[in-house]
Nanobody, 122 residues
Framework: QVQLVESGGGLVQPGGSLRLSCAASGFPFSHYHMSWYRQAPGAEREFVAT????????KYADSVNGRFSISRNNTKNTVHLQMNDLKPADTAMYYCNANSIYGLVRDTPWDWGQGTQVTVSS
């Protein structure tokens, strides 16, 4: 069965950095584009970043562009999100998932994992 296990979250001060990891299994990882999403309390889940199958192309939400970087390791079946210059508005539960078509980030084929909590506060 498909598993998506997020890790690396925590409490950080504004301006700080965190690196999130997503360990994937149960599907042909390199055949899918991968994306990060986040959900704050009382808000809808929103797209954060996506990376193509081979890791050659990336795309970001305007709110994080220039601060976050997504990458993947197709040997280890992992995808990462390097988050720099964190702001309180980045506080959310962060999730990873897959996409069959690059850029169609609304369509996610797998059930959501537990996510990893990121809290940005002084």
């Amino acid at each position: 069965q498909v598993q998506l296990v997020e890790s690396g979250g925590g409490l950080v001060q504004p301006g700080g950095s965190l690196r999130l990891s997503c360990a994937a299994s149960g599907f042909p990882f390199s055949h899918y584009h991968m994306s990060w999403y986040r959900q704050a309390p009382g808000a809808e889940r929103e797209f954060v970043a996506t990376v193509s199958k081979a890791g050659t192309t990336t795309k970001y939400a305007d709110s994080v562009n220039g601060r976050f970087s997504i990458s993947r390791n197709n040997t280890k079946n992992t995808v990462h999100l390097q988050m720099n210059d964190l702001k309180p508005a980045d506080t959310a539960m962060y999730y990873c998932n897959a996409n069959s078509i690059y850029g169609l980030v609304r369509d996610t084929p797998w059930d959501w994992g537990q996510g990893t909590q990121v809290t940005v506060s002084s």
